[in-house]
């Protein structure tokens, strides 16, 4: 019997880029630390090697946050997929390897410092075109992710931070602890398709209604309680904008009845009283073709929808 012939490169590639994070990592962590075998193991495989490098991933989950180890020092730990990665000093340099799979631990000695030794090893492994995550979790991310190049990413939820993964397409689902962001991440806020804002604390704060105003998504869902004065300063902007798409949503948690919201629009915003699908509604024209109706749920009665409609949607109230 003849021996199986070797993938051609095209073929071998596509084999690597499918395979798990597990299994390609031997040849990730031979470029960020000082393994004894690296000369052996480059000796073994090199042309695997160099084509590891410069494939992508496709990962279920990155998460990075950074624990404070005393005043001054942090650990930057880094979970990827089913391993995670903590940097720090201890008895010198060192990256521990966790599989939390198997629970069975390694640690190596590295030639950089921890904080150094993170950057590497992780613009190593994402840094590379075409890679995509299905999830992303940024607890205190750190500032060196924003030199990835411009990744895929299908989820994201960012806490405590203003650190940013570059992305090349509108993330799906975006959810954030505030909607004060800097100018790198706000742009990526605008574009994605469905933000979910959660301000922790039982005094969260105002939603500053005129960043959130400026976001294009699909929907928009604020889990802290918005004042009706809010929403009416969200709906006014919203109003003036005429880019906005048929269908694209805000839901908010409301602290009144949402008579009193209405009230504050026909009063203020010279908004008519109408009726959309049997719910009472206020509406404001936005051009020729689209409208902006405020209404309440049908399924949370402190939940108040302010949506983008066809002109006509909503129809005026006999009095």
């Known amino acids: 019997m003849s021996r199986s012939k070797p993938l051609a490169y095209q073929s071998s590639k596509a084999v690597l880029e499918y395979l798990s994070f597990g299994k390609r990592l031997v040849f990730g962590l031979i470029s960020v630390v000082n393994f004894y075998f690296r000369k052996n193991l480059y000796a073994m495989c090199p042309a695997i090697r160099k084509m590891e490098e410069n494939v992508p991933y496709h990962l279920e989950l990155v998460n990075l946050k950074l624990v404070p180890l005393s005043m001054t020092r942090d650990v930057s730990i880094m979970t990827i997929d089913s391993f995670e990665f903590s940097f720090l000093e201890y008895e010198g ?27 590497k090893f992780l613009l190593y492994h994402l840094s590379r075109e075409g890679t ?30 203003a650190a940013w993964f570059p992305t090349n397409i509108p993330i799906e689902n975006v959810e954030v602890d505030t909607t004060v962001r800097e100018d790198t991440s706000l742009f990526w806020l605008k574009i994605a398709k469905h933000v979910t804002v959660r301000i922790p604390g039982p005094f969260a704060g105002r939603i500053h209604t005129e960043i959130v105003s400026e976001w294009n998504c699909e929907s928009i ?3 802290s309680s918005m004042w009706s004065e809010e ?3 969200y709906s006014n902007k919203v109003s003036q904008r005429t880019d906005r798409l048929i269908g694209s949503r ?3 948690r409301h602290s009144s009845p949402v008579q009193h919201l209405i009230d504050i629009l026909h009063s203020k915003m010279n908004a008519r009283r109408t009726i959309l699908n049997g719910r009472t509604c206020a509406t404001i024209s936005i051009d020729e073709s689209t409208e902006l109706n405020v209404y309440g749920s049908t399924f949370f ?3 108040v929808i302010v949506e983008v409609c066809a002109r006509g949607s909503a129809i005026d109230q006999v009095l």
């Open 250 to 252: 805000l839901i908010a």
């Open 221 to 223: 869902r604020i889990e």
């Open 231 to 233: 929403i009416a300063d």
């Open 301 to 303: 009665d402190l939940d």
């Open 132 to 161: 995509r995550i299905k999830t992303v979790d940024l607890i205190d991310g750190p500032e060196f992710i924003s030199k990835c190049i411009p990744i895929a990413i299908k989820k994201l939820n960012v806490n405590r931070t």
């Open 93 to 119: 340099n060192k990256m521990f390897i966790d599989n939390l799979s198997t629970e069975k631990r390694v640690d190596q000695l590295t030639s950089l410092k921890p904080e150094q030794a993170a950057e």
